[in-house]
T-cell receptor, first 116, second 114 residues
Framework: GAVVSQHPSWVICKSGTSVKIECRSL??????MFWYRQFPKQSLMLMAT?????????EQGVEKDKFLINHASLTLSTLTVTSAHPEDSSFYIC????????????FGDGTRLSIL | AQSVTQPDIHITVSEGASLELRCNYS??????LFWYVQSPGQGLQLLLK??????LVQGIKGFEAEFKRSQSSFNLRKPSVHWSDAAEYFC????????????FGIGTKLQVIP
């Protein structure tokens, strides 16, 4: 069964709204989680690395004030898209590694965000 | 810079035919390598992984992949394709040791014709 859970799976909202996406590791502790973004018909691109108890590390070109990441516990990381606009519409996927590190990361099922 | 390349964006095969999806990687050291499959609107499903050891790895759904260090390749194969295999396939790499970001290839869309 799923070991990484994402919620919600699909959200539609108006432009200017802030949207929070949750990523939970269900049966293990994850000190590091990753957030990816996938535009239609494109590959997944890493947005940021979420570190429990510290600031996230953002990839070049990703606005940290736009995409707020909070990793307050060992089983939960949240991504908040602030003041979302239509160009933020995308598929967002998180992943987490179960210890020890030499295992494939577990991916959530993704969140489809549509901004009207 | 680390990269994963999938030369074929779109491949069409007949049902029952064999399949090979190409993947090349560029890493400083041998990375962990993965193949994932994604159906439209869905998340990722891991098909198989290579960490070390036997260079021919078996995965789910009858897929296999072979790691070739000399060619920096990790091609995915299946001897007989089923219509249900139609999907997007992503090759991905991660620096060995774990807890690292995964770099994805651009993806290969597989179409299966009757």
């Amino acid at each position: 069964g799923a070991v990484v859970s994402q919620h919600p799976s699909w959200v539609i909202c108006k432009s200017g709204t802030s949207v929070k996406i949750e990523c939970r590791s269900l049966d293990f502790q994850a000190t590091t989680m990753f957030w990816y973004r996938q535009f239609p018909k494109q590959s997944l691109m890493l947005m940021a690395t979420s570190n429990e108890g510290s600031k996230a590390t953002y990839e070049q070109g990703v606005e940290k004030d736009k995409f707020l990441i909070n990793h307050a516990s060992l089983t939960l990381s949240t991504l908040t898209v602030t003041s979302a606009h239509p160009e933020d519409s995308s598929f967002y996927i998180c992943s987490a590694s179960r210890a020890p590190g030499n295992q494939p990361q577990h991916f959530g099922d993704g969140t489809r965000l549509s901004i009207l | 810079a680390q990269s994963v390349t999938q030369p074929d964006i779109h491949i069409t095969v007949s049902e029952g035919a064999s399949l090979e999806l190409r993947c090349n990687y560029s890493y400083g050291a041998t990375p962990y390598l993965f193949w994932y499959v994604q159906s439209p609107g869905q998340g990722l499903q891991l098909l198989l992984k290579y960490f070390s050891g036997d260079t021919l790895v078996q995965g789910i759904k009858g897929f296999e992949a072979e790691f070739k260090r000399s060619q920096s390749s990790f091609n995915l194969r299946k001897p007989s394709v089923h219509w249900s295999d139609a999907a997007e396939y992503f090759c991905a790499g991660e620096n060995s040791g774990g807890y690292q970001k995964v770099t994805f290839g651009i993806g290969t869309k597989l179409q299966v014709i009757p």
